[in-house]
């Protein structure tokens, strides 16, 4: 009796439209299993058992660099040209000279890159290469990035920059120095200063040259830093420490670096300050 109001039950919880319902879609689905399981097309084998077929001779072609490869030096973008263009601003504010008579007059910065370009020798910018070269070398062996925060200056912002005197005929107007420190190693410019030594020990071409892998120390008293700067024949490094060379682009407060070319390895010849090379050796915008 039990077991009849069970079954009763259970036809009452599965009514027959939905059976209809279930089965038409086990139906459905196994069509869609037979569609899939069609044989697939197949092409008739035409060779012979015994036939070989060799590959084809595969030459390694390597592939050309991309436009960003071949520009870091280390870990960090190489230091080119670019990064010593001169650092004058369009507006920066009127600033006042004082004349060696006490004369006074206006000083005004320069454009910056926008308005002039680097020196320009045999009619090509130019910065001179071994400064990259040490530069790079810097960054390449301390794994660390170098900031250089002065490289050419035009005379309007070499004047605007540092008025006084002793700056009126330096080598940043030729784009034969230029001024940096390497970050993280900011308090410890000594050893910048040797990896710059060593470059001269290290470089194939100096090889047997002593008067370039010989260095001195310039003991005489008529420069602006404290620490007598090291020279060979082809630069001269200067260390100014946090109270000196404070100029407009070396506002920061580290001591830096200064490196001057004294010689022009490529065109042999001395590398000496002009008015003529300073004032007109640059092309206006
Ligand atoms: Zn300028």
């Not at 034969?176 to 071409?205: M, S």
């Not at 920061?252 to 042999?268: F, K, N």
Request: some cysteine.
């Amino acid at each position: 009796m039990g077991g009849t109001q069970k079954c009763k039950g259970r036809n009452q919880r599965w009514p027959y439209s939905l059976l209809v319902a279930l089965l038409a879609m086990a139906q459905l689905s196994c069509g869609r299993g037979e569609r899939l399981k069609a044989p697939a097309l197949a092409s008739p084998i035409t060779r012979r058992s015994d036939e070989v077929t060799l590959p084809a001779q595969h030459r390694l072609r390597h592939r050309a660099a991309y436009p960003w490869e071949g520009v870091y030096s280390g870990s960090h973008l190489k230091i080119t040209k670019e990064h010593l263009r001169c650092r004058g601003a369009r507006h920066a504010p009127l600033k006042e000279g004082v004349g060696e008579d006490g004369a006074k007059f206006a000083l005004f910065d320069c454009g910056g890159p926008r308005s002039h370009s680097l020196p320009c020798r045999e009619g090509k910018e130019e910065v001179y290469p071994i400064l990259l070269e040490l530069l790079n070398w810097v960054q390449d062996k301390s794994g660390k990035r170098v900031i250089v925060t002065c490289g050419h200056r035009c005379p309007a912002h070499n004047t605007y920059s540092d008025p006084t005197t002793f700056n009126q005929t330096s080598k940043h107007l030729i784009g034969a120095e230029v001024d940096f420190y390497v970050q993280g190693l900011e308090r410890q410019p000594e050893e910048v200063v040797a990896l710059l030594l060593r470059y001269y020990e290290a470089t194939p071409w100096y090889s047997g040259k002593s008067a370039y892998q010989t260095f001195h120390r310039y003991e005489k008293e008529d420069t602006n830093v404290s620490i007598p700067p090291w020279y060979n024949k082809e630069v001269f490094i200067k260390l100014y420490q946090p109270n000196e060379g404070r100029d407009l682009d070396n506002t920061h407060p580290y001591p830096y670096l200064s490196i001057q070319v004294r010689y022009d390895r490529a065109r042999e010849c001395p590398v000496t300050y002009t008015w003529k090379e300073a004032f007109r050796g640059y092309r206006r915008g």
